[in-house]
C-alpha cells in the first residue's frame, strides 16, 4: 500500500447479522484511503467455545452449529475456494476439542480452539465482502507475523519483533485481519486478554503507519461515567492517550487496556464509533495526543467495593528495592492494583475488596506494620490534575467528610464509603457538565 491505511477493527458486538456485513461494505465503499479490517469472533462464538473446551464431548453438535451460524452470514461461501479453509478450521475445532478431552491442561489446544473464533469470522466477512465486489482476503495474525510478548497468554503485541516478521505484501486489496491472537514467543498460538482484537488494530496501525484506527462497537464512545450505573450522558468527544490509559485501566470496559500504547508515540489517533448509529448521529469518541488545559474533569471513572491498605515502610534506604520486588510478586499473584503511590515512609495500595486477603498476606511477608479499611467505591477524576480545584468543586456537591481524596502519579482519586454509587455518580456529573461548558 503506497498510501496510509485506515485501520477498521469490528468487534463481536458488531457481528450478530448479515446486516452488519451491510453496514461494513457501506464503511468500505465511502473510505477515501486503503483500509484494514480486523474482526473478532462472531457474536457469543467464543464464550460457546469457552464453555466446549470444558465440555469436549460436545464436539460434534458446537461444530454443526458453528457452520450453521458462520454460513448465515455469507450462505455463498459454500461454493467458493474458500470454503476448504472454512472445513479445515472446522476440523481444526473438533481435533482441539479431541485434544482436552484428554488433557484439559493442553493450552496450545485451547487457544487453537479459541482462536478458531476469529479464523472462522475472518473467512465469511472476506467472502462476504468479495461477492459485494471487494477484493478482500482473509489473513491470519500468526501466518503474517504478528508477535505477541507471552507464551501461552500475552498483555501485548511485541512490536519491534513484529516489525521484522510482518509480511507487508499481504496488504493488499481489504485485508480482513484475525484479532485477538499472534504467535507466541515459544512460536504456538498465544491470546491476548479478551477485548484484544482493539490492541490488534492499534498494533497493525503501528506497524503500517496507518492515518488513524476506528473500533466499531455497538456504544456512541467512551461515556462520562460507565452507563452500567444508570447515569444518563453523551459520549466525551476527546481523550488524551493518557486520559484513555486511565479510563481503561479503572471502568472503561469497551477499551482493552493495552489498545492506546502502540499508536501514543506516533500521534495516531484512534476513534470510537457505533457500528449502526454513527451515520445519524456522528457522535463519537476520539483519543489523540495529550493537550494541556485549564483542569477540566472530563469523566469519572468508579471502581466499587475497595480496600484501602497503608503500609508503613521501616527501612527507607531500601524502599525502591522492596517496592520493585512487591510489585512483581503482586502482578504474578494476578492481584489487581486500582491505585498505589508511596513515599519513603509509606506506601498506599488500593485493592478490589475480594484481593485484600491475598494481597495483604503478600506485603507482610516484607513490612509488618500493614493496616486497611474497606470502602464502597474509588472514583478516579478523569481529565484533571489540580487536588485543589477539585476539592472546591466537590465541597459543592459533595459531603466529603466520609471520603479520602489523594492524587496518584496519574489521578486524581477518592475514596468513599457512600453506599448509594449510582446517587453520588449522578450528582457529581454536575462537575463535568460544568467542567465542558
Not at 185 to 212: F, K, V, W
Not at 240 to 249: D, L, P, T
Not at 252 to 272: C, N
Not at 358 to 387: N, P, Q
Amino acid at each position: 500500500m503506497n498510501e496510509l491505511p485506515v485501520v477498521h477493527k469490528f468487534g463481536g458486538s458488531c457481528l450478530r447479522d448479515a446486516s452488519d456485513l451491510e453496514h461494513i461494505a457501506e464503511i468500505i465503499t465511502n473510505a477515501d484511503q486503503p483500509v484494514i479490517l480486523v474482526v473478532s469472533a462472531l457474536w457469543g462464538t467464543t464464550d460457546r467455545l469457552m464453555r466446549a473446551a470444558q465440555e469436549p464431548r460436545y464436539a460434534g453438535r458446537l461444530v454443526n452449529d458453528l457452520a450453521s451460524h458462520h454460513l448465515r452470514f455469507s450462505p455463498a461461501l459454500i461454493d467458493s475456494p474458500l470454503y476448504e479453509i472454512f472445513q479445515r478450521v472446522l476440523d481444526g475445532i473438533e481435533e482441539s476439542l479431541t485434544a482436552l478431552a484428554t488433557d484439559r491442561s493442553d493450552r496450545r489446544a485451547y487457544n487453537q480452539l479459541l482462536a478458531s473464533g476469529e479464523r472462522l469470522s475472518a473467512l465469511v466477512i472476506a467472502h462476504a465482502l468479495s461477492i459485494r465486489g471487494f477484493d478482500a482476503h482473509p489473513l491470519g495474525s500468526e501466518d503474517i507475523g504478528l508477535q505477541l510478548n507471552g507464551k501461552g497468554t500475552a498483555t501485548q503485541v511485541n512490536i519491534e519483533r513484529s516489525r521484522r516478521k510482518l509480511d507487508r505484501d499481504a496488504f493488499h486489496g481489504v485485508p480482513v485481519v484475525t484479532g485477538w491472537f499472534g504467535e507466541g514467543t515459544d512460536g504456538n498460538i498465544a491470546l491476548l486478554g479478551r477485548g484484544g482484537s482493539d490492541h490488534t488494530a492499534t498494533a497493525l496501525a503501528a506497524l503500517l503507519q496507518a492515518q488513524r484506527v476506528v473500533l466499531w462497537k455497538d456504544v456512541l464512545g467512551i461515556y462520562p461515567v460507565n452507563p452500567r450505573w444508570g447515569v444518563q450522558s453523551a459520549p466525551i468527544p476527546y481523550l488524551g492517550y493518557a486520559e484513555a490509559i486511565e479510563f481503561s485501566n479503572a471502568d472503561a470496559t469497551i477499551l482493552h487496556p493495552a489498545t492506546v500504547e502502540p499508536v501514543y508515540a506516533m500521534g495516531i489517533p484512534i476513534e470510537i464509533r457505533h457500528l449502526a448509529r454513527y451515520k445519524e448521529n456522528g457522535l463519537k469518541t476520539v483519543i489523540g495526543p495529550d493537550i494541556e488545559v485549564e483542569p477540566n474533569i472530563k469523566g469519572i471513572a468508579c471502581i466499587p467495593r475497595v480496600a484501602c491498605v497503608n503500609v508503613e515502610v521501616r527501612y527507607a534506604q531500601d524502599a525502591a528495592l522492596e517496592l520493585s520486588d512487591l510489585l512483581q510478586e503482586l502482578n504474578e499473584a494476578d492481584i489487581r492494583i486500582c491505585s498505589f503511590e508511596t513515599t519513603n515512609a509509606q506506601w498506599r495500595f488500593v485493592f478490589p475488596q475480594h484481593e485484600v486477603s491475598r494481597g495483604v498476606h503478600i506485603i507482610k511477608k516484607r513490612c509488618s506494620v500493614v493496616d486497611y479499611e474497606y470502602f464502597a467505591a474509588m472514583l478516579s477524576f478523569i481529565g484533571c490534575r489540580d487536588i485543589d480545584y477539585l476539592q472546591e468543586k466537590l465541597a459543592q456537591y459533595h459531603d466529603v467528610n466520609e471520603s479520602q481524596l489523594y492524587q496518584s502519579a496519574t489521578s486524581i482519586h477518592m475514596l468513599s464509603k457512600r453506599a448509594d454509587i449510582s446517587r453520588m455518580l449522578d450528582e457529581m456529573m454536575a462537575l463535568v457538565s460544568e467542567s465542558s461548558e
